[in-house]
Nanobody
């Protein structure tokens, strides 16, 4: 069984910063891709950022230059540093991992950015 535990969400003013963390545990030998997705009210879940085991990253255009994804392969953790936050970044953020094409999701953490 694989578990993902997220932390770091909260309420912040526009222009502020937050750091999300996600720790994976369970029967994990190697995680191919780790990432963050988000879902705002009334909208579909969308990719925010992903990172491969080799450190290659991909970001949504809306967060490029503001968000940074990183991972620690030894600890099976992934983090998302979010700077210059905007009200439109308000959403539930979900951690996601791909383990040999098996997809796992975290429970989600709320990020609210006030104007």
């Amino acid at each position: 069984q694989v578990q993902l535990v997220e932390s770091g969400g909260g309420l912040v003013q526009a222009g502020g910063s937050l750091r999300l963390s996600c720790a994976a545990s369970g029967r994990i030998f190697s995680i191919n891709v780790m990432g963050w997705y988000r879902q705002a009210p009334g909208k579909q879940r969308e990719l925010v950022a992903v990172i491969t085991s080799g450190g290659h990253t991909n970001y949504a255009d809306s967060v490029k230059g503001r968000f940074t994804i990183s991972r620690d392969n030894a600890k099976n953790t992934v983090a998302l540093q979010m700077n210059s936050l905007k009200p439109e970044d308000t959403a539930v953020y979900y951690c996601n991992i791909n383990v040999f094409n098996n997809i796992y999701w975290g429970q989600g953490t709320q990020v609210t950015v006030s104007s």
